[in-house]
């Protein structure tokens, strides 16, 4: 299992249709969003989807000024004993 968050940084005016783009991507929800251009994205992997796809696929959302990465999960890892 894979777990990453992103800040998405865009124009307020944008924020409809960067939520709905974001939330089109395999994977990925809108979890915050600050009113004032700036939205945090969950994005989990699943069955026939790659974290790092659906990053890619966020990075071409129209109107988004900047992607950060801000956290990264991974427990591919641990044993199942541990998980």
């Given amino acids: 299992m894979k777990i990453v968050s992103l800040v998405l940084k865009f124009p307020p005016r944008h924020a409809v249709e960067v939520r709905k783009a974001v939330e089109a991507v395999p994977g990925a929800s809108v979890v915050a969003d600050s009113g004032d251009g700036r939205m945090i994205a969950l994005l989990e992997d699943g069955p026939g989807y790659a974290v790092s796809d ?14 950060t990465l801000s956290y990264e999960y991974s427990d591919e890892m641990l044993t199942p004993e541990e998980a």
């Avoid at 659906?54 to 992607?67: C, D, F």
């Fill in 54 to 67: 659906s990053i890619l696929q966020v990075h071409q959302v129209a109107h988004l000024m900047s992607v």
